[in-house]
């Protein structure tokens, strides 16, 4: 049987503030920018999940896109679409890059898919920054303490 990848895109918009208490005022704003002012900003996130299956042979598809999107909205959309990010248990104990945020979002999902589906996340925060992860699992506490 053949295998291919199939993305599929999502979008969600939610808040944030980097910021680290283990830097000095100084130091937040000369790693993080605009992105450590204090009232917060949004983004418009722009999420693709890759997975991965075998080609059916009768219908030609590799992935149940309908079962893969349920998967997703109740997983990562619904938890974080319109929600400050900052706020998210996951993000207790770390900042909301979009590096920590690809992460999450892969443990999240790894969790709930069928076992060697899922392939790799990405994310676009802004115009010029994108994000990707594809693994392994981080197995951060905050994904089991929030029961995905
Ligand atoms: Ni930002």
Redesign the pocket.
């Known amino acids: 049987m053949h295998v291919a990848s199939v993305t599929r895109r999502y979008h969600f918009a939610a808040a944030?503030r980097?910021h680290t208490e283990h830097l000095s005022e100084e130091e937040n704003w000369k790693v993080f920018g605009?992105?450590n002012n204090p009232n917060g900003?949004g983004?418009n996130y722009t999420l693709f999940v890759t997975v991965r299956g075998g080609i059916d042979a009768q219908t030609g598809r590799a992935v149940a896109f309908d079962t893969l999107d349920r998967t997703v909205q109740q997983t990562v959309l619904d938890r974080f679409d319109h929600q400050d990010l900052n706020h998210d248990p996951a993000f207790a104990d770390r900042t909301t890059t979009g590096e920590n945020l690809v992460l999450l979002i892969w443990d999240l999902l790894l969790a709930q898919l069928p076992p060697g589906q899922l392939e790799k996340i990405g994310l676009i925060?802004?115009r010029d920054n994108y994000f990707e992860y594809a693994g392994p699992a981080a197995q951060s506490a905050a994904v089991g303490r929030t029961g995905g």
């Open positions: 944030h980097l605009k992105c900003h983004h925060e802004t």
